[in-house]
């Protein structure tokens, strides 16, 4: 058989049954299906094999998005114009849930005898989670969200001890109706509910997108995670949950580009994802992978052309990937057969007229790990503690030395319901032990950050957004310290007595503004002084109705650094030194600096001088925003 050239179109567009007519382009079919030309079955076929150049038959099934590529880019707005189709081994294409205005997201049953999708009954009705049997053609729906609903996948057993049986649940990806963190848009977030669509769970917190899940063979979810920032800038890392919403963890450390998502695994255990350095509109980039092994010590690009972009890898037998790929100066997106071992790719299908997404391969499958959950709603509350915070990564150096942690801060973030940033409320803060350790009972399903403190009350550093789900007991080694390692067999000293509760109501977290806390001791102590005061002064703060906001302004473009005070000039001078540390490679280090105001008598007390870091270190918002409720 003589072997053809890649990437030939589709010779028909799948004719309807029994009429031989060419389908038009984009046209929803309903029932029956068209026969694929040689070119393709042969690529099927291939698939099948597992090996370039030796055609098999018959080829694998399988299902997949495909998007008019007259659409443009498969941006999130052209799937408005998607359907599902199956494809046989054969070649035949059937369309599947065709009654809906558009359909993407297929996800296969384990038994593979079920559909879940996302799909939209009008034009401009939200994308709602169903499941389609395969069997019958019945479609059933399971989420009713006021906001979209996308990205479903079937989930392994979860139960609890004392359940009489195990039962099975999905996950999707839920459009919330709370604002992100900078407040630019809404926050999407996992969430696990049974198959009838009862008792959600909420399985992230975190302020941002979450988007993207993959349940791995040991039962954890695998998913791409959207982090910002203190200046703003954004970026998507690998991270695992359990389905149940705990042990949330970074997968893969911060190797590779700066977005990253899609992931998969094979079943020769690589996690196959996609990561750009640029965010493309339709998600795509290179290929990367790691090893399920050691996911923080084995990152290798796979693909490094420009013009050839990927997205949408899904697992196929003889530890290959099913990965759509659009190339430079082409029409559409194919479907091709990815090697991660050899990096030889091949042609699946391809078609001009359409982009091919979401192929999956329509097989039963190992179910994955189940998950005995402790979570228990009863509770409202749980626990996070650390075994030793001096033991950090390599980007502290070892300047960590005991005894300059001397506090734990813990911060709450409070979304809003309206285009507005997360706003910031202090749970509390608690010592921590001299051998590093600390307990702290906190509220759950509420994003918090965590910040270690100097004996000035400066943030040496500051995790990102965590939580911990009800009666979850959640613990980390050290400050960032490498997650691949195991720590020392110890009874650290926080274990000597109850956690520290930080479990109060929303009223008595504390707000920090500009305009309410720090403007006015500095019109207090530095507006009247000769410095910046008097008419003689050589710079004096801003006056009038909107002098707060000025001085707010000013402080934040030269001498606050927003989320660092150790490294913000203004707290060099009300201090009289440079408190960067070594991990900071401040070019200033070393370099005297002048105490405002000069000499004692107006100088800021201690408490003062303690509620300007702590602005600094909550982000320097520009006033208080309105305080919470539960609900947030």
Sequence with gaps: MMKPTPNLPLEHRGASAGRGKPEPVGARRRGGGGRLPWRVLWGVGLLAAGVHGAPASPGLPLVLTRVPARAGL??????????????SPDGKVTPLAS????????????????LLFAGKTAAGAPWQIYELDLASGKTRQITHDPLDARQPVYLSHLFTLDSPKPWATLLYVATEPKWNLPGTARIRGLRNVRLDGSEPRQVTLNPADNLDPFQAADGRVLYSSQHFTPDGRD????????????????????QGRRYQRMPCVTDRGVVVFVESDREQPDGAGQLACVKEQRPHHSYRPLTRDADRLYRDPAPVPGGAVLVSRRVKGRPG??????????????????????????????????????????VNTDFKSGVLYSLNCYDADARFGGHLKPGVI????????VASEKPAPLARRVLGVLPVEPDGSFSVKVPADLPVKLQILDANGLALATCDWIWVKQKENRGCIGCHADPERAPENLFVEAMHHEPRSLDTPPKRWRAVGFREDVFPLLQRRCGTAGCHGGPDAGWQMPAG??????????????????????TSPLVWHLLGRNTARPWDHDPHAGRPVKRMPPGKGNALNEVELRRVTE??????????????????
Aim: hydrophobic share 40%; aromatic share 6%; net charge neutral.
């Design 333 to 374: 997106t194919a479907l091709v057969r990815f090697d991660p071992a050899t990096g030889k790719e091949s042609v699946v299908l391809a078609d001009p007229a359409f982009h091919l997404l979401q192929a999956r391969v329509l097989r039963p499958r190992p179910l994955p790990d189940g998950r005995s959950t402790s």
């Design 406 to 413: 001397r506090a734990l801060r813990v911060i709450a973030g």
């Design 74 to 87: 498969p941006t999130p707005a052209a799937l408005n114009e998607a359907e599902i189709v199956r494809v």
């Design 235 to 254: 970026e998507r890392r690998l991270f695992a949950v359990n389905i149940d919403g705990v042990d949330y963890a970074l997968y893969g450390a911060e």
């Design 545 to 566: 109705p909107d002098a707060a906001d000025a001085t707010c302004d000013l402080l934040t473009d030269h001498y606050v650094h927003p989320g660092r005070a150790r």
């Design 615 to 632: 602005w600094i270190d909550l982000g320097a918002p520009p006033r208080r925003q309105p305080a919470p409720t539960r609900s947030n």
């Design 99 to 114: 009654e809906f205005q558009a359909a993407c997201d297929p996800a296969v049953s384990h038994d593979a005898r079920r």
